[in-house]
């Protein structure tokens, strides 16, 4: 029935767009004017009449025809262009008696065969398509005093801006925003589009960035980032600009930003400071490679090494209350006709946050069910200040040389608070918790690496050199106390256990990794890549617990089961080679590279010496078809060796949880994970149409799973091993249609992915292991419509529905399979006097399930008013509501391995803020150099 509503769903959004198409259209023949030869790829515009803003266009077929449909009634200018030949345009109308217009044979004239008496009526051109770059004029486009680069880009066609900034162009993400070639603050998009001056804006470019070792060898690895490059005008490439934000709010909410920029031709300096604690300024998702990254002793698939130590580094997710201080100072340069460039930056910031949260838990075990509340109060906060330069010298034209220093400080807090209940299938209580964790460490890291590259005589024929290390050294101590009790059949109290300890780490890190890659073609189209590299790790971890030897004493009793010194040494040799075939619309990579990996451990405590070698294969596959600039194919597939990590072949005890132990096996062996792919995309840049659709598919052969024990307290003890005869997989599909409307823009979205795990389960009493399966399962889908009228509105809403599967199967009756909804809108409109209104919503719903019996809804609605003074809108005062009906609260719902947990924690709620904002500027032509 669910399948039946959803495809009458489906087909009828079909025929409302089918029917919404328009019958309207041109056509005719691109021709030489002397030879009368078709002109084939001649790039054909529809203008509008009145503003000379781009309709849609077209590019002429290998006879000279061209046909554009699907276009609006209205007064028209037809306008082609090619290489060599002077422009063409002519008006036309369409209209119900003349919906079609044949222009038959249009002749075009050599720009040098162009006589004197020959005009030809140019007009300001909106789009100009040259290669794979999509160049849009801003002149062609209306802006208003003070609009930023966010408000031009809103009007380009087949590019969408979300409330948030985040940019989607043909269908895919924006993942660098560029400021006349060169990177603004690193690559937050957002830093640009938000801050730079539309009127500042001669040109904004469309392409697909190539990586810099495909841009350098000519080899293109299918790895390109979706890319604007925003070209100033000649006249504003000198002087400053910059604003000021200062808001209060009720409930003493706050949010300030200052930023200042100097501009000197290809010289710039920037200044930022941000100050906030309502989580709406520097505290997005992107901003978690600002303020630091996850760190663990794990093994990488290459053969690599790396420390990590708890994930103490934060960024601001919607848990908890935020306070949040960061600023910086950005500069770069070029100079020597371009031979020299710099670019620099620093960044200090501080983030804390404070918040609440309550978890639900069942564990399903094959003789019993325990349910679990806990709750939690915690406290931490990050410190980070960052220095990075990057300097680049072109040694000639065929060699340049780049150098990388980076030097980081990091200092972590920590306080959490939890008191954790445990009761029986029966309600019986099992045991009870309660834990105090305050903790604390330093960071100190210093990076450097250069990468050189040349160009040898062959055409094609290409050598880079990499070589690059790091030192870091990381101290951190904390202090631990728990109050465990535990409860018989009867729920009388039968045991109590006390700990009361100081914990110290001292944790270094040195490593050393180069690589060399040579590119040699082969034949026409074809060319092998050729790596090898060499890399080194010496680290050490010192892990120290202390307890008293008398109640309020000093903590100085080593605690031997809780204390370690390991010492690793590993040293990887890598290799491999990789065919590249690209010619025409196809593109083929396939190869295969290896690493063998020599590890050595050793406990300083106990003399054991863990000694690995192992050989990591890691094959791939790769497939692109492109039909036309709009329209491609891809296919790929890639497998890895995944080495055992450290914590599952022998990890460090930690009695943080006394209710969860983990315990080492060192007879371990790799699993291999394979991965496939599959995608198709097509899009049209003017009229606003775009289609996606992918697919992927992975599975793990040789899987490393746990075998949990539960016994009769409720303490669980997990170890690692590998399992034969099953393969763990998962999958996901996802689909994307919208096309323009009448001008608005709709969609209709869909969304499966799940997965399929595993893991043993044995009953502590009777001592039989069982295989527990674990289905996860999601689908969701939905329609969206948005519309974007220049300096009158602007709103986007999207809504569906959503199913998800979460069981196991050793206690199929108490699943978490539910249903759920969401729904999403923004929007604003420009007002009289320079006012704007908007708001932006959220719709969630969760249904109660078998094992979670509780639902879960809220709704999420923020309203603003602005006022703009002046004739420049440089001052600006809005008035805010955030969560106006007062329900925010955060949720969170998952299974795994018969384990379903539902979090709820901390939001920030309902408040009023007022804020003031000033924008100022001075620009000019600036002097040669």
């Given amino acids: 029935m669910k399948i039946t509503i959803w495809l009458m769903a489906f087909f009828t959004f079909i025929s409302f767009i089918s029917r919404a198409q328009s019958t309207y259209s041109v056509k005719g023949y691109a021709v030489d004017t002397a030879e009368k030869q078709p002109l084939h790829n001649a790039t054909v515009m529809v203008l509008n009449a009145k503003d000379s803003t781009l309709q849609k266009f077209t590019r002429a077929k290998a006879d000279g025809s061209f046909n554009l449909d699907n276009l609006n009634a209205g007064k028209f200018i037809l306008l082609m262009s090619y290489p060599g030949y002077a422009d063409y345009s002519e008006g036309f109308t369409l209209d119900e008696k003349n919906p079609q217009h044949d222009f038959d044979r249009v002749s075009m004239t050599l720009a040098s065969r162009l006589l004197h008496d020959v005009i030809i009526k140019g007009e300001v051109r909106a789009i100009k398509i040259k290669g794979d770059t999509t160049e849009f004029n801003a002149r062609a486009y209306v802006i208003q005093p003070n609009d930023k680069v966010e408000d031009l880009i ?90 000021a934000i200062a808001g209060q709010g009720t409930d003493k909410y706050y949010s300030g930003q200052l930023m200042y920029n100097k501009f000197q031709n290809k010289e710039k300096i920037s200044v930022y400071g941000i100050g906030s604690n309502n989580g709406t300024t520097g505290l997005n998702w992107d901003d978690a490679q600002k303020y630091g990254d996850d760190n663990n002793i794990e093994m990488m698939d290459g053969g690599g090494f790396y420390f990590s130590y708890g994930g103490d580094d934060l960024y601001y997710s919607g848990r908890g209350l935020p306070k949040a201080t960061t600023g910086g100072v950005h500069y770069d340069n070029k100079w020597d006709k371009d031979k020299y460039s710099v670019n620099t930056n620093y960044k200090v910031g501080e983030l804390a946050i404070d918040g609440n949260q309550s978890t639900i838990t069942q564990n399903n075990l094959p003789d019993r069910v325990i349910n679990s509340k806990s709750s939690q109060t915690d406290h ?65 890291k210093l990076e450097a690496n250069i990468f050189f590259t040349k160009k040898l005589k062959k055409k094609g024929r290409t050598l880079s050199v990499y070589a690059g290390g790091s030192s870091e050294d990381i101290e951190g101590s904390s202090f631990l106390k728990s109050n465990l009790e535990y409860f018989n059949d009867a729920g009388v109290l039968s045991n109590t256990q006390l700990t009361d300890q100081h914990k110290t780490s001292s944790n270094k890190n040195n490593l050393f990794n180069s690589n060399f890659t040579y590119t040699e073609p082969i034949i026409k189209g074809l060319t092998i890549v050729v790596n090898y590299g060499f890399d080194v790790n010496r680290s050490s971890s010192d892990q120290r617990a202390y307890s008293k030897a008398t109640p309020g004493g000093p903590y100085n009793v080593l605690v031997d089961s809780l204390s370690n010194f390991f010492k690793l040494n590993q040293i990887s040799h890598q290799a491999g080679a990789i065919f590249n075939y690209n010619k025409g619309k196809t593109m083929v990579n396939i190869g295969t590279k290896a690493a063998d990996v020599s590890f050595d451990q050793l406990n300083i405590y ?60 060192t007879g371990l062996t790799p699993s291999f994970s394979n991965n496939f792919n599959l995608s198709y995309n097509t899009y049209q840049i003017i009229g606003g149409e775009e289609f996606y659709i992918s697919g992927r598919y992975s599975f793990t052969t040789n899987p490393i799973v746990n075998n949990t024990s539960t016994d009769a307290v409720g303490k669980t003890t997990v170890q690692y091993f590998n399992l034969g005869g099953k393969s763990p997989h998962n999958f996901s599909t ?30 502590a009493v009777t001592a039989v292991t069982q295989l527990n399966t674990t289905q996860n399962n999601n689908y969701s889908g939905g329609l969206r419509i948005s519309r974007y009228k220049e300096n009158k509105y602007d709103f986007y809403i999207s809504a569906g529905p959503s199913y998800s599967i979460n069981q196991s199967s050793l206690q199929n009756a108490f699943n978490s399979n539910g249903r759920g909804f969401t729904a999403q809108s923004w929007g604003s409109v420009y007002l009289p006097h320079n006012f704007q209104i908007g708001e932006d919503g959220q719709y969630d719903y969760t249904a109660k399930t078998a094992a979670l019996p509780q639902g879960f809804s809220r709704v999420l609605l923020n309203a603003y008013v602005t006022k703009a003074f002046f004739k420049e809108k440089s001052l600006k005062i809005t008035g805010r509501v955030n969560d106006i009906l007062n329900q925010n609260q955060n949720f969170n719902r998952n299974a795994n391995g018969g384990i379903i947990t539902e979090e709820r924690y901390t939001a920030i709620k309902r408040y009023f803020m007022l804020t003031v904002s000033y924008d100022f500027s001075k620009m000019s032509a600036g002097t040669a150099k």
Avoid: C
Avoid at 401 to 406: E, M, Q, R, S
């Fill in 154 to 243: 809103k009007q380009f066609p087949g590019i969408q801006v979300d409330k948030d900034g985040k940019i989607t162009a043909q269908g895919q993400k924006v993942g660098k925003v560029l400021l006349d070639g060169e990177e603004f603050f690193g690559d937050d998009p957002t830093l640009v589009t938000k801050n730079i001056r539309a009127d500042m804006v001669d040109k904004v470019q469309l392409y697909d960035k190539k990586s810099d070792q495909a841009t350098f060898t000519g080899v293109d690895d299918d790895k390109a980032v979706k890319t604007l490059n925003i070209k100033l005008k000649d006249g504003k490439k000198a002087g400053y600009f910059g604003k």
């Fill in 380 to 444: 931490r906060s990050n410190f980070r200040e960052k220095l990075d330069a990057k300097l680049e010298i072109a040694l000639d034209t065929t060699a340049n040389l780049k150098i990388n220093a980076t030097g980081t400080y990091k200092n972590n807090k920590s306080s959490l608070l939890s008191a954790d209940t445990s009761r029986r299938g029966d309600n019986t209580l099992l045991n009870l918790n309660n834990t105090s964790n305050i903790g604390s460490n330093d960071d100190h």
């Fill in 606 to 665: 106990t003399g054991n010496d863990l000694k690995r070698q192992f050989i990591n294969w890691m094959p791939q596959a790769s497939f692109v078809y492109k039909f036309s600039q709009q329209r491609s194919l891809r296919a790929g597939y890639n497998g890895n060796t995944t080495q055992p990590s450290i914590s599952q072949i022998q990890p460090v005890k930690d009695n943080t949880n006394p209710l969860y132990v983990i315990l080492g096996n």
């Fill in 734 to 763: 996802y689909l994307n249609y919208s096309r323009k409307v009448k001008n608005f823009n709709v969609g209709i979205y869909g969304d499966i992915y799940g997965s399929t795990s595993y893991n043993m389960v044995t009953n």
